[in-house]
């Protein structure tokens, strides 16, 4: 039985986060409770802290690990300035949560030219986040146009 070479159950494409401070455990529930991640997977390392977690959304994965020098692979940045983009149910009502559960807002819920209502957060673990709930469906034509009403 072969397998594939890349995986038919999700998205190809996986953030991976590595979390500051020993608070891998502390960011995966919040992304739980907050974002509607599911767990999948756990793995501690020797010392305590988390060695990879695993978060599903619906199709798409999230990959995430407490920070450390010894598992960090050469040429990465430090952890800190990664960026996601979730889409979500309600932008203003996930915004707002987050915001008061120590996310700090880094652009207000605005409507946008391509047809979705975004806003952009710092999650408390160093890690940016564009939330995003789509309201209209536009072809690239209608996109261009409305880019150009803006000039």
Do not use: K
Request: glycine share 6%; net charge negative; aromatic share 8%.
């Amino acid at each position: 039985m072969s397998v594939p070479p890349i995986p038919t159950h999700h998205a190809p494409l996986i953030p991976n986060l590595p979390i500051r401070d020993g608070r891998c455990a502390e960011a995966i529930d919040w992304y739980c409770r907050h974002f509607g991640a599911a767990q999948e997977m756990r793995i501690p390392s020797d010392d305590g802290t988390i060695a990879h977690a695993s978060l599903s959304f619906g199709i798409s994965r999230l990959y995430l690990s407490d920070f450390s020098p010894s598992r960090q692979i050469v040429g990465l940045p430090e952890p800190g300035g990664f960026r996601c983009f979730l889409f979500v149910e309600d932008v203003d009502a996930t915004n707002a949560a987050v915001l008061a559960e120590g996310a700090t807002q880094v652009m207000a819920p605005t409507t946008m030219f391509w047809g979705d209502r975004i806003a952009v957060i710092a999650d408390p673990f160093g890690h940016a986040w564009t939330l995003s709930t789509q309201l209209a469906t536009l072809s690239e034509a209608e996109i261009l146009e409305r880019m150009r009403d803006l000039r």
